[in-house]
């Protein structure tokens, strides 16, 4: 049964380690859905937050293929019940008629999104939350003529006390 899989890893943060990522995926067959890379606690490492769409084993294949590759420190998915994710979306509208401005304002307002640029004949509206939050407020904005989309990809990291982290021998975690 296929279904989506939220995959987190700390990785090193230097020049390459993308590509070779990239890399495996390309040559073991395996899409992207999103993905998403920044330094994490220190300047040293980054964490990767990618989704992929396929069922069990596939996951499973993702991640040992993933821990093999030097430069990933940690890697596991994410179990999407205990976990926090969130996207980000700039989404630029047209503003056909004086009155669409207002209902745009609206329809920001009801998503707690915010606009962060008007001009004469569009605004960009900035929206953050789960994936299907982007996806009903594009729906509902596509009326308007949607001229450009940005989304970050999910970033996500799991609630409570698991995490996918690096243990320092001396001081325990970072």
């Known amino acids: 049964m296929e279904r989506s899989f939220i995959i987190s890893a700390i990785v ?3 020049p390459g380690v993308l590509h070779k990522i990239a890399n495996m995926f390309s040559r073991r067959g395996f899409n992207i859905d999103s993905l998403s890379v920044g330094e994490t606690v220190g ?28 430069d990933v420190i940690n890697v596991g998915t994410l179990d999407p019940d205990r976990t926090v994710q969130r996207e980000l979306a700039l ?33 960009v509206v900035e929206i953050t939350g789960t994936p299907d939050k982007m996806n ?21 990291l799991s609630r409570g006390m698991g995490s996918i ?3 320092n021998k001396s001081e325990g975690i970072w």
């Not at 998503?111 to 008007?118: A, E, H, K, L, Y």
């Not at 009903?136 to 996500?156: K, Y």
């Open 165 to 167: 982290q690096i243990e």
């Open 136 to 156: 009903a407020f594009i729906s509902l904005s596509a009326s308007f003529g949607i001229l450009e989309i940005a989304r970050t990809g999910i970033t996500a």
């Open 43 to 70: 300047p040293d490492l980054a964490r990767m937050t990618i989704t992929i769409k396929g069922d069990e084993a596939t996951a499973q294949q993702v991640i040992k293929q993933l821990a093999k590759l030097i």
């Open 12 to 14: 090193e943060h230097k």
């Open 91 to 123: 989404i630029k509208l047209k503003i056909g008629k004086p009155e669409d401005r207002s209902m745009i304002m609206d329809y920001t307002n009801i998503f707690r999104g915010r606009i962060i640029d008007v001009s004469t004949d569009s605004v």
